[in-house]
């Protein structure tokens, strides 16, 4: 008995840990999960990943696919403020005080004020309605009120880890919107040609693999055709709710007749790259933050004629007979007639 209660324990200490390491998200119900990655997939936003064209004629096609993860060199944080004042002197005053606090708390996290722009976007009027009232109406008028300024700071950084530090000394300068982060890789062109060098390899293993298997490829027409792409890390955001349904209490509720009020949940993000399965090799698997995944297809056709022609299928070949005719004379011999 001892050892049925022990073998029922870890069990259930086994169960416990595979729910763990699936992580929340695929707590969720999996038609949903796969709806809301499908919907996100198929919008402008969704990840970027190459795809070769087809060739017109497929003997034997080669079709490799290439994915580089890559930590960005250099990261670009965008806030936005606004002000407003009665005065436009007043304006500038506070917005000016707001923009050097955070300055100079950048200097302390090893950000130079060189790596810091400022973005003018709008500077206008606010208006009100003033209620004028006659005898039998009112008439609703749009007076000033005072103005509105806003702008962009664009902040510069290398380390991605430093970003926590950049929020907390905007927020510590009441700068609370942080639009987005733009992630930036200086040799890319480096990136492309380690990519094409591999898939080129692969091309060449495939190639071995047919001639080995009697398939001869080397003298055949090749039809290449290549395609890269680049997917950001903000593409790969998805969203998801952390909560689990309580269905055995509402459905008794529902039998009896009673109202459900549901809390509203709230929605959070987590980050999914593109997944490793639907490619030939994968450089730089292992990751630890959000990096920019560059994507490469390679696709190779060999055609079965060299000259890239279509085979002209052989006619047989007709018997004419060609009809002659003769005369019989008297005398026993034959006498042709050309007859036309």
């Given at each position: 008995m001892k050892k049925l209660g022990f073998f029922l324990l870890l069990q259930c200490i086994a169960v416990i840990g595979f729910g763990q390491a699936r992580g929340n998200a695929n707590q969720q119900n999996r038609a949903y999960q796969k709806d809301k990655y499908n919907s996100s997939y198929n919008n402008k936003s969704r990840p970027v990943v190459a795809l070769a064209g087809s060739a017109i004629r497929n003997d034997v096609t080669f079709d490799i696919k290439i994915l580089m993860n890559v930590k960005a060199d250099s990261y670009l944080a965008i806030f936005h403020l606004s002000q407003v004042g009665r005065r436009t002197g007043e304006i500038d005053t506070l917005m000016n005080k707001r923009i050097n606090g955070?300055?100079?708390?950048?200097?302390?996290?090893?950000?130079?004020?060189?790596?810091?722009?400022?973005?003018?976007?709008?500077?206008v009027p606010v208006y009100e309605y003033v209620v004028e009232r006659k005898l039998f109406s009112k008439t609703y008028n749009e007076v000033?009120?005072?103005?509105?300024?806003?702008?962009?700071?664009?902040?510069?950084?290398?380390?991605?880890?430093?970003?926590?530090?950049?929020?907390?000394a905007a927020a510590q300068n009441e700068i609370y919107d942080?639009?987005?982060?733009?992630?930036?890789?200086?040799?890319?062109?480096?990136?492309?040609?380690?990519?094409?060098?591999?898939?080129?390899?692969?091309?060449?293993?495939?190639?071995?693999?047919?001639q080995d298997l009697g398939v001869d490829l080397s003298s055949r027409y090749r039809y290449v055709n290549d395609k890269s792409a680049v997917s950001m890390p903000y593409d790969n955001y998805f969203q998801y709710q952390a909560y689990t349904n309580n269905n055995l209490f509402s459905n008794s509720l529902i039998?009896?007749?009673?109202?459900?009020?549901?809390?509203?949940?709230?929605?959070?993000?987590?980050?999914?790259?593109?997944?490793?399965?639907?490619?030939?090799?994968?450089?730089?698997?292992?990751?630890?933050?959000?990096?920019?995944?560059f994507t490469y297809n390679l696709k190779i056709t060999y055609l079965?004629?060299?000259?890239?022609?279509e085979e002209t299928p052989k006619v047989p070949e007709k018997t004419v007979i060609k009809k002659q005719y003769y005369v019989l004379k008297p005398d026993g011999s034959l006498q042709f007639l050309d007859i036309k």
């Open positions: 955070f300055k100079r708390a950048l200097t302390r996290v090893n950000i130079p004020e060189k790596d810091v722009f400022i973005d003018m976007l709008t500077f000033p009120k005072g103005f509105e300024m806003k702008k962009n700071i664009h902040v510069r950084f290398k380390d991605e880890r430093v970003l926590d530090k950049i929020v907390t942080l639009v987005r982060v733009d992630y930036f890789v200086d040799d890319m062109e480096g990136v492309y040609d380690t990519m094409r060098e591999k898939a080129v390899t692969i091309a060449a293993k495939k190639e071995k693999l047919h039998a009896k007749k009673g109202k459900v009020q549901l809390a509203e949940k709230a929605w959070t993000l987590y980050y999914q790259p593109i997944a490793y399965k639907d490619f030939d090799a994968v450089i730089t698997p292992s990751v630890l933050e959000p990096v920019v995944q079965r004629n060299k000259e890239n022609k």
